[in-house]
């Protein structure tokens, strides 16, 4: 049973910067893509970004690119969101999710796993 733990929200003045984490269990996640999605109130979850397993290859949305960094920690199973030069619209509550297999998808209805959330509040 995969099972997926964010942690690291909080609140930040914008401009500033925050770590999240997603400790990772139950699986081995060679084979997994891992990803970031967010959701504001009154408003869909969307995608923010995503990475294979191995790290070879990542993803972002338009809306972070540049400003976020998805990257992973094998020896402690978990996998790490650097949000950099925060903004106001990235005030939501942040999931991480997992799938099976090697194909990218910014769709969270491909997603398999989801942690519980974790909030963050950029304040301007």
């Known amino acids: 049973q995969v099972h997926l733990v964010e942690s690291g929200g909080g609140l930040v003045q914008a401009g500033g910067s925050l770590r999240l984490s997603c400790a990772a269990s139950g699986e081995t996640f060679s084979s997994y893509i891992m990803g970031w999605f967010r959701q504001a109130p009154g408003k869909e979850r969307e995608f923010v970004a995503a990475?294979?397993?191995?790290?070879?290859?990542?993803r972002y949305a338009d809306s972070v690119k540049g400003r976020f960094t998805i990257s992973r920690d094998n020896a402690k199973n978990t996998v790490y969101l650097l949000m950099d030069s925060l903004k106001a619209e990235d005030t939501a509550v942040y999931y991480c999710?997992?799938?099976?297999?090697?194909?990218?998808?910014?769709?969270?209805?491909?997603?398999?796993?989801w942690g519980q959330g974790t909030q963050v509040t950029v304040s301007s």
């Open positions: 999710a997992a799938r099976s297999g090697r194909l990218f998808h910014t769709a969270s209805r491909q997603y398999d796993y």
């Open positions: 990475m294979r397993w191995t790290g070879d290859i990542t």
